[in-house]
Each structure stands twice: as structure tokens, then as C-alpha cells.
């Protein structure tokens, strides 16, 4: 051995973080919505990135899922942060979550994510009403092995998402669903939900309990008045 | 929740000494608000203002920082608050300024990044860095203030010498106050994780021993076998591993978070190439340290010693170049940590309770030879070369300002003035002013 180097715990592999978005890509994300969650999306990832920089030892992996008609990864190698490049989706059909949960419940397990894991950040993007049937996709979710210790985040788009589902897929007696009523708000969300859980990993703690907890308490609040509704 | 946005130009009155500065731009903003750099008049400052939301949720922040302004900074390498600040049209913000943190610095979580944002410092500036924070921890809490969060956002390091920085002041209260923090992840003494406690001066020794742990080993010290087997980590399972379950991976009546074979090896090889004295300490931190209870952690001055003792008696294998100590008298038997190749052990001077490896591009600092703390503890009086000619012969040149006498031990004396070397033999005897130095060996004759 002559080639020591002299620190070479590099070689140890990092902890991975699975963020992964889910998307609602059903027809009325049509037009401004749909352009403007792709901007959000895109413009949160150099913020996830330097969210990742801050957490040296843990590995941050983006993931996302969009549905419509059926459910289907628009990325599902989960891939690293640091190379990540963000591209478009569109919008057609019906708003088939419950499908959307069956499908991300079989990616949830330890064979699908192999290695060290931390529990996977889950943000889920809507702006309708489930067309099928969301009470057995969120059961299938919740009976799958890392489902149950997702941390899950919903964001609701416009006046028209359905909030009792999308709580019903937090999950959490204190954390409610984001809501985003216009363009900018939903940029901001978009990054909040994308960035916060990263950063809780290694900032310091003001709250007991868990990181959903601390989440709950860090949350954007809803200030804004339902005239102001732009879609 | 409010984020103030101060705009370049933007005027500010510093409280204690009315003086004016200007907002130059915006550094950064955290959890508990944004920090500037501002211009005065004697230099740049760093300012920050806190969001309302901090303010309203921390009751004992003003108070923090008007006794920190007026205790001052417990030693250089704290970035202490100097003044509290008005921000001029905005009478409702709090802000205090600070000194700049100067650019050499990098935080110390860059100890464990993945290329290319790593920085991998000399194990003799790893051990600098970690005498120089318990020696700051020292003067903090002797005299009665403790930090609350130690952690990787808030030290920062010198990777070329070992310096470091101390950021995040505002913390800093009265042992036994209310805690603002609880502090961060994977730092937190196992009782605050727990929260059967709030930080204090107990928990920070706690929190501090972590951080060496991170410096020399880049790694955390509980993190064995059973982190390693924890497939998904979440709450339960850190709160198990961090606190109601902690095991040391080198703990040795209890191996069962132990290191395991082809993961951890590259940790095993570095946690042998520390000093016995230093093993030992972070054995007791964590392992009878993990309890709660001042009598059971270890005290900034056992670590101080056995840091400096560290500093001085780190040799690279002439063979892989794996740099470790050789704690093996010259003369004796010896072997790289890393490849196993026979080592020679260099000679090795005395110097009052401490010694000096001569092996040559050794460093003499001048803490071995007067009484110096701080920053001043690390400037380098004298190293040790080979004489220009004649390789086989070592000196030690004088990189100081005072002139020595060097005694051999045929009777011959001489004055070193500064900028000379004095040739290093058996038996010679260097008389720095307040301290002699005994060169120990025959290789260096």
C-alpha cells in the first residue's frame, strides 16, 4: 500500500435522502398552472442543492412521480441532487392519486430503496379532486415499509384542491396542507416544502418532537384572502 | 413570518458607541435572521438583524446580548456581539454587529463533504483546531456562560493552521437559564435528546467531544455497527441511536456497535493513529460520558493537554505518507498504522511536561515555550530542518524574536539569534528564556 490518502472516509457511503415529488399533471393543471409549477419546480432545485450542501453527510435524492390518467415516474432513478436537471411535464386527463399512492407504496419499501435511508420526504402537488378511488392508494402508502415513516407534505393549487384528502394524506394533527393561490406563493411553497425538510437534518432545534413536528411549527401560514384567487 | 430586507446604503447606528455605518449587502440569512456586511467607519462589521418571529419567541434575547456586549469576547476566535445597532426607519428591529468572519475560514461540516467540497487538513492542524476549541470552551464556561448549540453551523476552521472561528454568540447565556436552542442533530447530549435536560455547560462538554470526534475522525462517534444496520433512519431511530441507547463504536466492553469490516475501516486505521492519551479521553466521553452529570464528562483542560501533546508528536510514514503519532521512544520499535511498514521513531526533545518529535519540518509553537493562549499559542518559534550540507545533521532554527543558548554536552555553548539554527545532538540543551529544551537522541549527533 503506497497510496494512503490520508483522510479516506470519503469512501463511506452517505445516508440518502429520498425527496420525492408527486405531481398532479390532470387537465385542469392545463396552461398557466402547469407552466407555472414547472418553473417552480426548476427554480427550487439549485435551493435544494445548496439545502444539500448543508448536510454533508447526508446523500439528497430527487424522485418524481406525475399523474393524470395513470400514474407514472417522470424520474424514478432516484437521482443525486447535485447533477439533477429539471424537465417539463404536461397536463392531460383525470386526477388518478389513489392510483399515484398505489404506485409510490411499491417504490417505498427497503428493496426499492436500497442502502441507509432517512425517513423519505413525500410532497404531493394538487389542484382537483381525485377521480378514483385515494382512500386504498393512502392505504396502500401507510402499510408500506417506509410509507408509514415518509414524512409527507401536501400542496394545495387554487380554490379547487380537495383539502380534506390532501390532509388525509399528511396525516399529521398539526400540519395542514400548504396552500398556494397564486404563481409566487406556489414558487414559495414549492421551495419550502422541497428545502425545509433537508434543513432540518442539520439545523439547530427549538421544538421537541419529531422532524414532522418541527416542520409543523416552521410552515408557512396561509395569509392570503380568498378574493385574491388568480386562476 | 417577517424577513426584513435591508437595502445597500441603508444607515445604521451602532448603540454603544454612536457611530454610523452603511449596509454594504447581505451575507446570509439562517433560521433566526439575516446577517450583513456594513461598512464603518473603523473597518467592516458584520450585522445581524433578527426576524420578528425570533424576537417574539426568545424573551431573554436583548438581555443575552446587552450582557454579552458587555462581557466582551472570552477569547479572539468568538466573533462576540460589540454593539447592538438601530437600523434608521426601522426602530422595531433587533440587530447587533459583530466582527467579519475572515474568508480563511470554512465551516467545519466541510470536515466531512463530498468532493470536491471536502477539507482535509493535516492531522497536526486537526489537533491544533481541536486544542484551540476546548481552550475557548474553557474560557466560556469558567466564567459561568454556557453555549448551547456546539455544532457544525456555527465553528469554522483554518484549514492551513488549525485556527478557528466562533459564530452564532447570541446563544450564549448563563448556565442555568432558560435554553433558546436545543441544539442540532446528532450533537445533542443524549439526556437533551431525550429532554430530560436543556443545554447547559454539562451538555456543551457533551457536544464538544462530539465535535473532536468529527475534526479527527470525520465521522460520528456513535455511529457503529447499528447505524450502520438501520436501514431507515427515522425519529425513533435516532432518538434510540442519539439518545436512549447511545453506544461508543469503539467501546470496549460493549462491542456490539462496534466497527464494521469493510465500512468502517478507514475510521479503525484513524482512530489508531491518535495518541493513546487522546483514545482514552474519547473513550470516557463516550462512554461514561454518555451519562449526564458534570463528574462524568471531560473537562476542556484534560483535553487541552492531551491535544497539544497530540500536536507535537505526529509523524507522516515515510513509506505511504499516512500521517499518525509515534508515541515509541527513538530507538525503539515502531510500525505505520496504515501499511504496517517498520518505522524509525524520530528523535525527540523534552520541553518542560511536553516533547517535541525532531523530525524535520517539526514545528516549535509558543505555548511550549511561555505562557500563551489562544491564537498566539500557535505561532510557530522554530521548526526543525536538515543542515544545508549534510543531511544527516538536524537543526532547529529560531523563528522567534528572542535569542537562545544552546549548551552540548562536551561543555561548548552558543548564542542562537534569530534566524539561526542551532545544530540538534544528544544530550544538547536549549535554553529558550523561560523553558530549556533536552535533545533526547543519538540519530541526530
Known sequence: MTDTPLFDMVGVVRRQLHLILVIDCSGSMTGEKMASLNYAIASAVPAIRSAAAENPDTDVRLRILRFSDQAQWHVEEAAPVADFSWTDLTAEGETRLGSALTVLATSLTPEAMPGRQLSPVIVLVSDGQPTDDFASGQAALMASPYGAKSVRIAIAIGSDADLDVLNAFVAHPEFKVLQAHNAEELVNRIKWATTAPVKTVSSPTKVSGTAVDQLSQQAPVDTVQSSELVW | MEIPVLDPGALILLAGSERHAVIKRLIGSGGQGSVYEIDD????????????????????????????????????????????????????????????????????KRLISAPPDRVSPKLVDRAIACLLTAECFHKLHARGQCYQDISFGNLFLDPLNGEIAICDNDNVDVNGAPAAVYGTRKF??????????????????????????????????????????????????????????????????????????GVHDPIVRRWYSLPRTVRTLLTRAFTTGLKAGIGSRVLETEWIEAFATMRDTIIACPNCTYEQVCETASGGQFTCVACQTPIAPPAAMLLGRGRLLLSHGAKLRADRIGRESGRRRNTVVATVEPHPRDPSISGLRNLGTTTWTAVYVDGRSTAVAPGQAARLAPGCRIDFGTVHGLCLNEDHA
Open chain 2, 41 to 108: 467607519s473603523h473597518g467592516p462589521l458584520a450585522l445581524k438583524v433578527y426576524f420578528s418571529q425570533t424576537v417574539d419567541a426568545d424573551p431573554r434575547l436583548a438581555q443575552r446580548l446587552d450582557r454579552g456586549i458587555a462581557l466582551g469576547p472570552p477569547d479572539n476566535a468568538f466573533l462576540w456581539p460589540l454593539d447592538r445597532a438601530r437600523i434608521l426607519g426601522r426602530p422595531d428591529l433587533v440587530a447587533y454587529v459583530m466582527p467579519m468572519r475572515e474568508s480563511r475560514f470554512v465551516g467545519m
Open chain 2, 188 to 261: 445533542m447530549a443524549p439526556e437533551i435528546v431525550r429532554r430530560e435536560a436543556l443545554p447547559s455547560t454539562i451538555t456543551d462538554l457533551y457536544s464538544m467531544a462530539v465535535m473532536f470526534f468529527y475534526i479527527l475522525m470525520a465521522w460520528h462517534p456513535l455511529d457503529g455497527r447499528r447505524e450502520h444496520e438501520t436501514l431507515l433512519l427515522d425519529g425513533d431511530a435516532e432518538v434510540s441511536l442519539y439518545g436512549t441507547d447511545p453506544l461508543f463504536m469503539f467501546d470496549e466492553t460493549d462491542e456490539s456497535n462496534g466497527p464494521v469490516a
